[in-house]
């Protein structure tokens, strides 16, 4: 057996259709050339029959990103089979991956179809799913919890039909790893055909297991792992790439067992799929939090300047954090900034860093010094900005204690079709004031739910990043801005979230009506 595990990556199928992680087609395509940096092994692009949107987004990526395998979903039926097979054609290497569920509550309640009903579904989906590419993965939906001789039953007569790939979903994040692994050398064993399909775990994080499933399915013979940047994913999320892939390789003495990826750009990834979902890290997560590689306590420093092992697993380096954090300032050049984003795990096109560079030297004018940190976030609001409609042209705050006066907001917007807007506007606190600007310019209602501002670096002058979460017709979205200004921060990322509408409007007015079959999953 290889000891190769391929790594599939579902962040832009089952991560993005998770609620508060979606994304638009740009974004989509931006994070699928940061998995490929990665060096993931297949990237499973979306669900093509999903919308307008998703088949889209899927054809682009599998015209644009070469070197890796670009993949979609597709339900064992026709419709789904043609759509994800037309949008997969562009790739240069593609993988189409068709599921059916196999336990008995979603034969009985769900699907009410028999067993036998089942595997012909499943049979007849591969075939027609070979029509469009000879690499066809197939997937028993809630596999964990379906018969085992019937598991076995349907395995084989998917590999009969010609799928190379069999994966076994923990749908519900059910399994235990004991359990998971008795499963994998039970198939891996005892199926016909068994040695001419690769087999894949799946695991939800429902119970936290999912890292630890993925990995005891790779002792029981799985030689597949299916998982999503910071763990997203339906529910508790999915199998965490960067926890599996550098539990593989600071335990290769353990497992033995090697995957293709670039661990120096996991941060670069990471906290490029934070900023453009809005989704921050916690501190605490592991391998990407902020906390992951920190040394607070005494007795830990101490240990850490006598020799780094003591407290220390693995090297901040091997994720792509720099330790050195050179400092950049306002002398320095085009060059300088290109070598440390190279060095942050960031590759920039050249209009990318020309638009960077003009950033930095205005953040440079502000501020002495501008640390990595400074750096990531300018990239990374280059990443999740410019996708209009709306950007801040100026925006004046006046606040204070002074008599009874009310905080004051004057916010001028530009539209991308030539309009310039502005207000002025009174409110209880300044942040208030602004958004209620902001919602009088564009003309939306959104109500801010929470926000939190926190900056990235240390220092009276440092870059702040904002977060913030508001709810607008029963929807929840999440926003993210940078700036030197806390405030000015905040109101960008408000406007990265009326952006966020706009553009879905535009999209749903084109016919892409949101994940119509996610419930489905
Ligand atoms: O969790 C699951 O069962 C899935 C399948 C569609 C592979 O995501
Ligand atoms: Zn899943």
Redesign the pocket.
Known sequence: MTNKIKIFD?TL??GEQAPGFSMDGGQKLRMARALSELGVDIIEAGFAVASPGDFEAVQTIAREITGTTICS?ARCNPGDIRAAGDAIAPAKKSRL?V?I?TSPLHREYKLKMSKDQVIEKAVAGITLALEYTDNVEF?????IRTERDYLKTVVEAAIAAGATTI?I????GYTTPEEITDLFRFLTTEVDGAAGAVFSA?C?DDLGLAVANSLAAVRGGARQI?CALNGI??RAG?CALEEVAMALRTRNDFYGLDTGINTQKISMASKMLASITGNPLARNKAIVGANAFAHESGIHQHGMLANRETYEIMKPEDIGLEPDNLVLGKHSGRAALKHRAEKLGFTLSDNQLQSVFVDFKTLADKKKEVFDADVEALILGEAIGGAGPWEIDSLYVSAGSQGNENPEATVCLNHEDGRTIGTSLKAGGPVNAVLLAMNKLTGHNLHLDSFSARSVTEGEDAMAEADIRVSANGESYNGRGTSTDTILATARAYLDVINRIERRAKRVGKGDSQHPIAA??
């Open positions: 579902t199928r089952d979903l991956h599921f569920a997937s028993c939906e809630d596999a994966n979903p923990d749908t519900v799946h939800h299916e994913g339906e999915n489905q999953h």
